[in-house]
C-alpha cells in the first residue's frame, strides 16, 4: 500500500500535470482508505483553484 507521504507527493504532482493511470490507481486506492490524506486532497484542491483565481484576476488588472 501506498504510504501518506507518496500520496501526497502525487496530490500535488496531478495539479500541475497528469498522473499515469498506475499513479491515479493507487492515490485513487489510498484515497478510499485514508481519511487524513482525503482531508490533505480537499486543501491541495481549494488551495490550487485559489491561487489559479488570483493569478487570473492579477491578469485581468494587468490589462
Known amino acids: 500500500m501506498m ?3 507518496e500520496a501526497t ?4 504532482l496531478r495539479l ?4 499515469t493511470p498506475r499513479e491515479k490507481l ?4 489510498h ?3 485514508c481519511g487524513a490524506c482525503r482531508e490533505c486532497d480537499k486543501q491541495f484542491t481549494l ?3 485559489a491561487g489559479e483565481k488570483v ?6 488588472s494587468d490589462q
Do not use: G, I, V, Y
Open 26 to 29: 493507487s492515490l485513487r486506492f
Open 55 to 60: 493569478r487570473s484576476d492579477m491578469e485581468k
Open 16 to 19: 500541475e500535470q497528469p498522473l
Open 3 to 5: 504510504m501518506c507521504k
Open 31 to 33: 484515497l478510499a482508505m
Open 47 to 49: 488551495l490550487h483553484r
Open 9 to 12: 507527493r502525487l496530490m500535488s
